[in-house]
C-alpha cells in the first residue's frame, strides 16, 4: 500500500505539524513536577496548579507498588500526558529522575523530539543525574535548559554555563539572563527582545502570573547596577557567540537556556513557548534499513515503554506506543511486525498522570496506551499498510548483576512469570547460562532495578527471591568461538545469553578485561552500548 493521498494525507500532515513531543529530565528535586504541573497551568489544561501531585498522591494510595516509589520519594514509572497550547498539542514523557533508571530514560526519549533539562540553579549539574544529561545527548536530542529556582540563593549562572559545556558536552545560548544576584533575583533580560522582564510572583503559584516587560531605559533607572551587569554578562556571552542557534540545537549541539522559577512561576511561559517554536514537530522516522517511513504513511509506531499492574484492580499490560506515522484509530488492527500476527486495539488509552481516557485516534508524535497489550515487547514496531520495522532500542551495558532464585520453591511457576514479565517491561536484563546453572543472573544499571524487581516478584507475583550479587562489573558482547576461549581463560568469567540470543560475557575487572582485548585481538569483545552512549558495532 502506498502513502495515504489527498485530504487525508493533508490532515495527518497538518496534525504532524501541531504536535510536539519532548520530555523533562532532571535530578530528583529540581524541580520536575512544579514545571509539569506549571505548564499544564498555563496551557490551561488545569486550572489550578497541585492537580497533578493531587493526582499522584491518589495513585499512590491506591497501588501496592507504588509504595516503594513513595518510600524512596522518587518516580519510578513514566506517565504520558497530553495538552494544547497554542493551537498546538503537546506531549509531555515523564522520565524517572535516578540514574538507577537511565536506560528507562533513554528508552523514553526514544520516543521524544527533544528534551527540557531542569538545573537547580543551586547546584548546576549535579554528579547523579550524569548520567541522564549524557543519555540526552547519546541521542543527539535537542535539548532545551532550564535554570530553576532562581527565586533562591544559587551559584553564579556563568559559572553553571561552563559546567554545563564542560559535563554534558553541549553548548547553553542563554535566551534569558538573569538581573540581580542570587538571592536578589530582580528578573530576566530577555536577549532576544532587549527587554527587562520583571519577576513577580503570585500566591503559591497557583495561578498563572502576569509578566511586567519594561525597556531597558526603564530598567535602567529601577534596577541600577543590577540590570547594568546583567547588560555587562549577555555582552560578554555575545563576544563569545553563546546566541540561540536554532540549527546546532536541532542537532543536540548547543542548548537554548532559560532562568526562571517553576515555583512561582516565572519564567514558565516564556520556556513552554520556547517548546512550541524551538522543538521540532514529528518528522520521518528512519526504519532499520534507513529509509524513511513518511508521516502520510499508514499508521506504524513503536513500543517504547511498558508497565504492568499500574492498577492493582485490574493486573493490566499497558504498552506505550509513540506513533510515527499515519492516523490512529481505536478499534483497527493493525500488525505486530516481529511476530506478522494482527493486534487488535480496541483498548487503547491516553493517559493523564495515572489516569486513563479512552483515546479514539491519534497522529504522529502522539502516545497511546494499549491495553492488554502482553505479548508487546520494548521496540517492537506496530503497523498498518506496508510493513515496517523501526530499530530495536539499544540495551545498556549493565553494570550490576546478581543471581535470582524464589524463596520459596513450590512458587517456581509464579517466579518464572515474574520474571518474563519483568523481562519484558525491560525492569532488569535477565541473562540465562545455555549450559548449566538453571538460576537466572539478572543484569542491571543501578541497584535500585534490583530493588524494584524483588519488591514487584514479592507484590505482584506472590513470589519472594534471593538475590546474590555476583562480583562481575563489566558485560561485553561476545561470539561463540570467543565464548569457548574465555571459558578456557578463566572460570571468573561467564558467558550468558540473553532472550534475543545476543551473548554477553561477564567480567570481574575493566583492567583484566583491557589486558585480555590487548593480548587477543582477534576475540569479539564489543561494548553493547556505554551508558555513556557509544554504540556497539552493528
Ligand atoms: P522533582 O519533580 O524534580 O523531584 O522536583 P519537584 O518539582 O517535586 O520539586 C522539589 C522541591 O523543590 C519542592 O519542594 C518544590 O516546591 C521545590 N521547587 C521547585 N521549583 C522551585 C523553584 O523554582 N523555586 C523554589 N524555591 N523551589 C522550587 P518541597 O518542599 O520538596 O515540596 P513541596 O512541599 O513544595 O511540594
Given at each position: 500500500?502506498?502513502?495515504?493521498?489527498?485530504e487525508e494525507?493533508?490532515?495527518i500532515?497538518g496534525?504532524?505539524?501541531?504536535?510536539?513531543?519532548?520530555?523533562?529530565?532532571?535530578?530528583?528535586?529540581a524541580?520536575?513536577t512544579?514545571?509539569?504541573?506549571?505548564?499544564l497551568?498555563?496551557a490551561?489544561?488545569?486550572?489550578?496548579?497541585?492537580a497533578?501531585?493531587?493526582r499522584?498522591?491518589r495513585?499512590?494510595?491506591t497501588s501496592d507498588w507504588m509504595?516503594l516509589e513513595?518510600?524512596r520519594g522518587i518516580?519510578?514509572?513514566?506517565?504520558?500526558?497530553?495538552?494544547?497550547?497554542r493551537?498546538?498539542?503537546?506531549?509531555?514523557?515523564?522520565?524517572?529522575?535516578h540514574?538507577?533508571?537511565?536506560e528507562?530514560?533513554?528508552?523514553?526519549?526514544a520516543?521524544a523530539?527533544?528534551a527540557?533539562m531542569v538545573?537547580?540553579?543551586a547546584?548546576g549539574?549535579e554528579?547523579?543525574t550524569?548520567?541522564?544529561?549524557?543519555?540526552?545527548?547519546?541521542?543527539?536530542?535537542p535539548v532545551?535548559?532550564l535554570l530553576?529556582?532562581?527565586?533562591r540563593?544559587?551559584?553564579?549562572?556563568l559559572?553553571l554555563l561552563d559546567?554545563?559545556?564542560?559535563?554534558?558536552?553541549?553548548r547553553?545560548t542563554?535566551v534569558t539572563w538573569?538581573?540581580g544576584i542570587p538571592g536578589d533575583?530582580r528578573?530576566?533580560?530577555?536577549r532576544?527582545?532587549g527587554?527587562f522582564?520583571?519577576?513577580?510572583?503570585t500566591?503559591?503559584g497557583a495561578r498563572?502570573?502576569?509578566e511586567?516587560r519594561?525597556d531597558?531605559e526603564?530598567?535602567?533607572l529601577?534596577?541600577?547596577?543590577?540590570?547594568?551587569?546583567a547588560?555587562e554578562?549577555?555582552a560578554l556571552l555575545?563576544?563569545v557567540?553563546?546566541?540561540?542557534d536554532v540549527?546546532s540545537?536541532?542537532a543536540g549541539?548547543?542548548?537554548p537556556?532559560?532562568?526562571?522559577?517553576a515555583?512561582t512561576n516565572?519564567?514558565v511561559?516564556?520556556?513552554?513557548?520556547?517548546?512550541?517554536?524551538?522543538v521540532p514537530?514529528?518528522?520521518p522516522?528512519?526504519d532499520?534499513?534507513?529509509?524513511?517511513?513518511?508521516?502520510e504513511?499508514?499508521?506504524?509506531?513503536?513500543v517504547?515503554k511498558i508497565?504492568?499492574?499500574m492498577d492493582?484492580a485490574?493486573r493490566?499490560h499497558?504498552?506505550?506506543v509513540?506513533?510515527c506515522?499515519g492516523?490512529?484509530?481505536?478499534?483497527?488492527t493493525?500488525v505486530?511486525e516481529?511476530?506478522?500476527?494482527?493486534?487488535a486495539t480496541?483498548?487503547?488509552a491516553?493517559?493523564?498522570?495515572?489516569?486513563r481516557e479512552?483515546?479514539?485516534v491519534?497522529?504522529?508524535g502522539?502516545?497511546?496506551?494499549?491495553v492488554n497489550?502482553?505479548?508487546?515487547r520494548?521496540?517492537?514496531?506496530?503497523y498498518?499498510?506496508?510493513?515496517?520495522?523501526f530499530?530495536?532500542i539499544?540495551?545498556?551495558?549493565?553494570e550490576?548483576?546478581a543471581?535470582?532464585r524464589p524463596?520459596?520453591t513450590?512458587r517456581?511457576k509464579?517466579?518464572?512469570?515474574?520474571v518474563?514479565?519483568l523481562?519484558k517491561?525491560?525492569?532488569?536484563?535477565?541473562?540465562?547460562d545455555p549450559a548449566?546453572?538453571?538460576?537466572?543472573?539478572?543484569a542491571?544499571?543501578g541497584?535500585?532495578q534490583?530493588?524494584?524487581?524483588?519488591?514487584?516478584?514479592a507484590?505482584?507475583f506472590?513470589a519472594?527471591v534471593d538475590?546474590?550479587?555476583?562480583?562481575?562489573t563489566?558485560a561485553?558482547?561476545?561470539d561463540?568461538?570467543?565464548a569457548?576461549a574465555?571459558?578456557?581463560t578463566?572460570?571468573?568469567?561467564?558467558?550468558l545469553?540473553?532472550?534475543?540470543g545476543?551473548?554477553l560475557?561477564?567480567?570481574e575487572s575493566r583492567?583484566?578485561?583491557?589486558?585480555?582485548e590487548a593480548?587477543?585481538?582477534?576475540?569479539?569483545?564489543e561494548p553493547v552500548?556505554?551508558s555513556?552512549g557509544r554504540?556497539?558495532a552493528?
Amino acid at each position: 500500500m502506498t502513502a495515504l493521498v489527498g485530504e487525508e494525507a493533508q490532515l495527518i500532515v497538518g496534525e504532524a505539524a501541531r504536535r510536539r513531543t519532548f520530555a523533562i529530565i532532571s535530578h530528583p528535586d529540581a524541580g520536575k513536577t512544579t514545571l509539569t504541573e506549571k505548564f499544564l497551568l498555563y496551557a490551561g489544561a488545569v486550572a489550578e496548579a497541585g492537580a497533578v501531585k493531587a493526582r499522584g498522591a491518589r495513585r499512590r494510595a491506591t497501588s501496592d507498588w507504588m509504595a516503594l516509589e513513595q518510600e524512596r520519594g522518587i518516580s519510578i514509572t513514566s506517565t504520558a500526558l497530553q495538552f494544547s497550547y497554542r493551537d498546538h498539542v503537546l506531549n509531555l514523557l515523564d522520565t524517572p529522575g535516578h540514574r538507577d533508571f537511565s536506560e528507562d530514560t533513554y528508552r523514553v526519549l526514544a520516543a521524544a523530539d527533544a528534551a527540557v533539562m531542569v538545573l537547580d540553579v543551586a547546584k548546576g549539574v549535579e554528579h547523579q543525574t550524569l548520567k541522564l544529561f549524557e543519555v540526552c545527548r547519546a541521542r543527539s536530542l535537542p535539548v532545551l535548559t532550564l535554570l530553576n529556582k532562581c527565586d533562591r540563593p544559587g551559584r553564579d549562572p556563568l559559572e553553571l554555563l561552563d559546567e554545563i559545556e564542560e559535563q554534558i558536552g553541549l553548548r547553553p545560548t542563554p535566551v534569558t539572563w538573569p538581573v540581580g544576584i542570587p538571592g536578589d533575583f530582580r528578573g530576566v533580560l530577555d536577549r532576544q527582545t532587549g527587554e527587562f522582564v520583571r519577576y513577580g510572583r503570585t500566591a503559591h503559584g497557583a495561578r498563572t502570573a502576569r509578566e511586567e516587560r519594561a525597556d531597558p531605559e526603564v530598567a535602567r533607572l529601577s534596577e541600577g547596577p543590577a540590570f547594568e551587569r546583567a547588560l555587562e554578562e549577555a555582552a560578554l556571552l555575545e563576544a563569545v557567540g553563546a546566541n540561540l542557534d536554532v540549527g546546532s540545537f536541532l542537532a543536540g549541539e548547543s542548548s537554548p537556556l532559560f532562568v526562571g522559577s517553576a515555583l512561582t512561576n516565572f519564567g514558565v511561559r516564556h520556556l513552554l513557548d520556547a517548546v512550541v517554536n524551538l522543538v521540532p514537530p514529528p518528522s520521518p522516522r528512519a526504519d532499520s534499513t534507513g529509509a524513511r517511513r513518511r508521516l502520510e504513511e499508514p499508521f506504524s509506531g513503536f513500543v517504547f515503554k511498558i508497565q504492568s499492574n499500574m492498577d492493582p484492580a485490574h493486573r493490566d499490560h499497558v504498552a506505550f506506543v509513540r506513533v510515527c506515522s499515519g492516523r490512529f484509530e481505536r478499534g483497527m488492527t493493525v500488525v505486530h511486525e516481529p511476530s506478522s500476527r494482527p493486534f487488535a486495539t480496541k483498548y487503547a488509552a491516553s493517559l493523564f498522570g495515572a489516569e486513563r481516557e479512552t483515546i479514539d485516534v491519534a497522529y504522529p508524535g502522539d502516545v497511546i496506551g494499549l491495553v492488554n497489550a502482553g505479548d508487546l515487547r520494548i521496540g517492537d514496531t506496530l503497523y498498518a499498510g506496508e510493513r515496517v520495522a523501526f530499530p530495536s532500542i539499544p540495551s545498556f551495558s549493565p553494570e550490576l548483576f546478581a543471581r535470582v532464585r524464589p524463596r520459596d520453591t513450590g512458587r517456581h511457576k509464579q517466579f518464572r512469570r515474574g520474571v518474563e514479565q519483568l523481562e519484558k517491561e525491560g525492569v532488569v536484563q535477565v541473562l540465562r547460562d545455555p549450559a548449566g546453572d538453571p538460576d537466572p543472573v539478572l543484569a542491571a544499571v543501578g541497584r535500585m532495578q534490583f530493588e524494584v524487581f524483588a519488591h514487584r516478584l514479592a507484590e505482584e507475583f506472590g513470589a519472594p527471591v534471593d538475590l546474590s550479587p555476583t562480583a562481575h562489573t563489566v558485560a561485553r558482547r561476545t561470539d561463540e568461538p570467543t565464548a569457548a576461549a574465555l571459558r578456557r581463560t578463566s572460570a571468573s568469567i561467564r558467558v550468558l545469553a540473553r532472550r534475543d540470543g545476543a551473548l554477553l560475557a561477564l567480567f570481574e575487572s575493566r583492567h583484566w578485561l583491557a589486558r585480555l582485548e590487548a593480548e587477543h585481538p582477534e576475540w569479539r569483545l564489543e561494548p553493547v552500548l556505554e551508558s555513556g552512549g557509544r554504540r556497539a558495532a552493528p
